[in-house]
């Protein structure tokens, strides 16, 4: 699809590297890598294609470039099947830059389905090596927050209904605490199309963040936009894991490539987890262990998924 041509297409510039059957619709790809150069490029799905599955692409190259990277990331901000650029600001972001490293996501443009037309700069430093996580200590929930957005012909009392339903949904299980999800009208200048949706985000006493988030489309009421979100929160804060199942999977290549014992406690495994999985061990030294978490408590249903990363070194620094 598009956005999988634009991800290979990124790689091989940032590393000259060469690419045969790079075409929509392929279904083989031979690619041969370079060296990791850095610098900037641009990578357009020209639909809406996810930027962040872009960026997630992209992320563990630069990482071990020979220098800094700016990528100008065009498509979908907002778009099915993939984390909103919400997510990846609000929970992936925080949590990846544990294995030691920092970036910076500046949102230029939002778009939604079906044009696309978002822009978001990715800013990021090479490392020498990435250090290990261990999260598996849950906390308890501390604070929720998150934003309902509506864009374009669309009037801001549609985030206020998703915000609204989303927490009195909330309220039903979690009753002491402050729920702040803000409703906004994204400005004119800053989304392409119109688009509609919610992210919300719980935060642990122990620095874990959570997420649940819906999209909005034509024909789906507000409200069921908002309690979908509620309800995805809810169910990845009952398996009693660190990670909500969207983040999961988009940590697993961060941990082969680390130096040393990473350890995560997750909800039931995704299929998505199972691949990277499979294709991180293939690709690399690096070996997971994935056990069902020796829980005090029977109700939940949690898992560790431990890997002996890889080291990777950064030849360039």
């Keep these: 699809r598009p956005q999988h041509l634009s991800g290979l297409e990124v790689i091989r510039?940032?590393?000259?590297?060469?690419?045969?059957?790079?075409e929509i619709g392929s279904t083989e790809i031979t690619f041969t890598p370079g060296k990791i150069k850095g610098g900037t490029h641009i990578a357009?799905?020209?639909?809406?294609?996810?930027?962040?599955?872009?960026?997630?692409?992209?992320?563990?190259c630069v990482l071990f470039a020979a220098?800094?990277?700016?990528?100008?990331?065009?498509?979908?901000?907002?778009?099915?099947?993939?984390?909103?650029?919400?997510y990846t600001v609000m929970v992936f972001k925080p949590i990846v830059?544990?294995?030691?490293?920092?970036?910076?996501?500046?949102?230029?443009k939002r778009g939604y389905y079906p044009q696309g037309g978002g822009e978001v700069v990715v800013q990021m430093s090479p490392v020498k090596e990435?250090?290990?996580?261990?999260?598996?200590?849950?906390?308890t929930v501390t604070k929720i927050y998150g934003r309902a957005f509506v864009a374009g012909a669309l009037p801001i009392k549609l985030a206020k209904d998703m915000a609204a339903a989303a927490v009195r949904c909330i309220r039903k299980e979690i009753r002491d605490l402050y729920i702040n999800i803000?409703?906004?009208?994204?400005?004119?200048?800053?989304?392409?199309?119109?688009?509609s949706g919610i992210i919300v985000v719980a935060e642990t006493s122990t620095g874990c963040l959570l997420a649940g988030s819906s999209l909005g489309k034509r024909g789906k009421n507000s409200d069921k936009v908002g309690?979908?979100?509620?309800?995805?929160?809810?169910?990845?804060?009952?398996?009693?894991?660190?990670?909500?199942?969207?983040?999961?999977?988009?940590?697993?290549?961060?941990?082969a490539l680390a130096k040393g014992v990473s350890r995560v406690k997750s909800g039931p495994i995704t299929l998505h987890t199972q691949t990277a999985i499979h294709f991180a061990e293939q690709l690399t030294k690096a070996k997971f262990t994935v056990t069902k978490s020796e829980e005090e408590d029977p109700s939940k249903d949690a898992y560790i998924i431990e890997c002996q990363g890889m080291g990777m070194i950064n030849p360039n620094l």
């Design 227 to 255: 309690i979908e979100a509620a309800e995805i929160l809810l169910r990845n804060l009952k398996h009693g894991g660190t990670v909500d199942d969207s983040l999961q999977d988009q940590l697993i290549i961060f941990m």
């Design 13 to 22: 510039d940032l590393c000259e590297g060469k690419l045969d059957g790079g």
């Design 97 to 108: 830059e544990k294995f030691n490293f920092t970036f910076n996501c500046d949102i230029k």
């Design 44 to 60: 357009d799905t020209k639909t809406a294609g996810s930027v962040c599955l872009l960026m997630q692409v992209a992320m563990p």
């Design 130 to 139: 990435l250090s290990p996580i261990n999260l598996t200590e849950r906390g």
């Design 67 to 86: 220098s800094p990277s700016e990528l100008h990331l065009k498509g979908g901000t907002n778009a099915e099947m993939a984390p909103q650029i919400d």
């Design 182 to 195: 803000q409703p906004v009208r994204e400005p004119d200048d800053q989304a392409f199309g119109t688009g």
